[in-house]
């Protein structure tokens, strides 16, 4: 795990406050958190887009800062298909 | 022999997936030459410790099973491909797929957007099910280990394009 330093913009930094009271737990874990879901909005965003054919397998990952290998093994792990090739969608296929 | 240049996606599938305990590349090593971009390769590299996989494919790079070739300096055709905003390595898969030295070479693509960018530049490509398929017809790989190798790499196609391939296999 990375350890970084960082300043919360308003009003990102008075929503982490209040969540962070709310549910009784530390600032840390709620920008984690936060991060964790910004980073798979973004993974599912990018993901539609290349399943669709608007973008490489190689561009996503590069997207997503990652390699080729990591990105099949990330994708493995979700169960979510490695190919962007077009699923025949006839009922012979469903 | 059939050459073949390998995208990062048909490579990691090869380097993925078994028969009898034995990887997909290591039956096409058999048959055919293999070669990769630098770009790929530095890929292998970087996740070689992590994973499996990787470490199967740079383990055969090592070895010199899998040779490792430079995208030549086409700036024309570069600039072509760069308007599709490609990865690194489908982008030099592609330029040496342009390689006038690897005119008889097939480039191995599994990308849809990588393998449309490579058929308007009127490459020769093909995707890894269809190698497949060619080796068979080319008397190089038995109907039945083919058959096998299919149904090891199907999750890594859409259902239509696994049976295509292996109603091809069983005519």
Redesign the interface.
Known sequence: MQEITIKLKQPVSQFVEHQSQKRRIPHQETIIELVTMGFESLLRDRYRRYRQ??????????ELGI????L??LLDERDW????????T?SK?K | MYKLIF???PL?TVC?FSISERLVVDYLLERCEIAIATSVRN??V??GA??P??QAAKSRIDDGQISILSPPSNPALESLIDV????????DSILLGGDSDLHDATLVI?????YLVSDRLKQLKR?LLDVIVDLVNNDELNKKLAIQIIHAIQ???????V?HTLRLLER
Request: no cysteine; charged share 30%; glycine share 10%.
């Open positions: 054919g608007e973008i490489s397998f190689g561009r996503l990952a590069h390699t080729t290998w990591e099949s093994h298909p490695a190919y962007n090739l077009p699923a025949a006839g296929n | 995208d990062a996606g990691i993925k890929e292998v970087l996740a992590r994973y996989d990787a599709y905003d490609l990865g690194d390595g489908e982008r599994d990308d849809h957007l990588a995707f999750t890594r196609y859409p259902r239509a394009f049976e």
